[in-house]
Nanobody, 128 residues
Framework: QVQLVESGGGSVQAEKSLRLSCVAS???????MAWFRQAPGKEREGVAT????????YYANSLKGRFTISRDNAKNTVYLQMDNLRPEDTAMYYC??????????????????????WGQGTQVTVSS
């Protein structure tokens, strides 16, 4: 069992940046970690995922180049750097983790089904 707590959300103007953090209550080094987001009335969508040793990262195609996922296993923390934010990035952002030593399949890496543990979310609001 692992608890995930997100922070760093807020209200910003377009073209600004935010960095989200997710702290886990247990060791993260053996888990894939990911960020998802959900806008009102929409399904939860995968933003980015990172392998346990940071060797592999995957992004939603529409977000490549603006968002960067990273992790610090010594701090049990995963980050999401979001640059050049747009109003359409407004959503609740969630952190997610797999069970230990579980690798999501390629088709699951940015889907809800690929992750077992979830945080409560942090709200990001971008105004034009």
């Amino acid at each position: 069992q692992v608890q995930l707590v997100e922070s760093g959300g807020g209200s910003v103007q377009a073209e600004k940046s935010l960095r989200l953090s997710c702290v886990a209550s247990a060791n993260t080094y053996m888990r894939y970690m990911a960020w998802f987001r959900q806008a009102p009335g929409k399904e939860r969508e995968g933003v980015a995922t990172i392998s346990s040793g940071s060797a592999n990262t995957y992004y939603a195609n529409s977000l490549k180049g603006r968002f960067t996922i990273s992790r610090d296993n010594a701090k049990n923390t995963v980050y999401l750097q979001m640059d050049n934010l747009r109003p359409e990035d407004t959503a609740m952002y969630y952190c997610a983790a797999t069970e230990p030593y579980k690798t999501p399949t390629l088709s699951q890496r940015l889907t809800v089904a690929g992750y077992k543990y979830w945080g409560q979310g942090t709200q990001v609001t971008v105004s034009s």
